[in-house]
């Protein structure tokens, strides 16, 4: 069964600190991985998208990283800002599996002053 | 956020209403999503249309009805919903398959 896992669930830090969030998965095979935030109230909005071989994409303060091999991502948030906290959802895509994705159930981020 | 957008952002209704949800998408996309987001859950797929016709039903109960008029407009039907229902309802776009989703603002749905 095709799962993404990620942790912690949730996490607070304060403003000016890095951080990073994991995601493991079992989704096979596998065609590409992407980061969403998600603002209390609102949609997702996607920060990074990777395919096999690509092992790190960068969006401004935010770095995503994977190993296809340990089928694990990681996302590293740099000198946070309160606008950081949010919900990050990993989404894992299977080759061949139509237009379904596999959401992990995200990890939520409180940046305090 | 205008890329995708959903009315009404909120709507509380009781189990014997019939009520829509709309999206709308300006983005030139052929395929449309309609999610649930319940609390402490993923994010689950109920339906997928390309180019108007469905292509999945994710075992979603007859009391959740989609409608897709054209590739700019999906609808979701409600009616005789449970409270359980209750939950962000998200609408999303994409290219194609294997392109990425964009994601309407949701409606929070509450169902008394």
Same mark, same amino acid.
């Given at each position: 069964k ?8 949730s ?21 590409? =991985? ?29 770095t ?10 990681? =996302? ?5 800002? =309160? ?17 379904a =994705?596999n ?6 981020l409180l940046?305090?002053? | ?11 509380v ?27 402490k ?5 109920? +339906?997928?249309?390309? +180019? ?5 039903n994710n075992?979603?109960?007859?009391? +959740? ?9 999906? +609808? ?19 290219l ?7 994601f309407?603002p ?7």
């Amino acid at each position: 069964k095709n799962q993404v896992e990620q942790s912690p669930q949730s996490l607070i830090i304060l403003e000016g600190k890095n951080c990073t969030l994991q995601c493991n998965y079992t989704v096979s095979p596998f065609s590409n =991985l992407r980061w969403y935030k998600q603002d209390t109230g609102r949609g997702p909005v996607s920060l990074t998208i990777m395919t096999f071989s690509e092992n790190t994409k960068s969006n401004g303060r935010y770095t995503a990283t994977l190993d296809a091999d340990t089928k694990q991502s990681s =996302l590293h948030i740099t000198a946070s800002q =309160l606008s950081d906290s949010a919900s990050y959802i990993c989404v894992v895509s299977a080759r061949g599996s139509g237009y379904a =994705l596999n959401f992990g159930k995200g990890t939520s981020l409180l940046v305090t002053p | 956020e205008t890329g995708v957008t959903q009315t009404p952002r909120h709507l509380v209704m009781g189990m014997t209403n019939k009520k829509s949800l709309k999206c709308e998408q300006h983005l030139g996309h052929n395929a449309m999503y309609w999610y649930k987001q319940s609390a402490k859950k993923p994010l689950e797929l109920m +339906f997928v249309y390309n +180019f108007k016709e469905q292509t999945e039903n994710n075992s979603v109960p007859s009391r +959740f009805s989609p409608e897709c008029p054209n590739s700019s407009h999906l +609808f979701l039907h409600l009616h005789t919903l449970q409270p359980e229902d209750s939950a962000l309802y998200l609408c999303a776009s994409s290219l194609g398959q294997d392109w990425g989703q964009y994601f309407g603002p949701g409606t929070r749905l509450t169902v008394l």
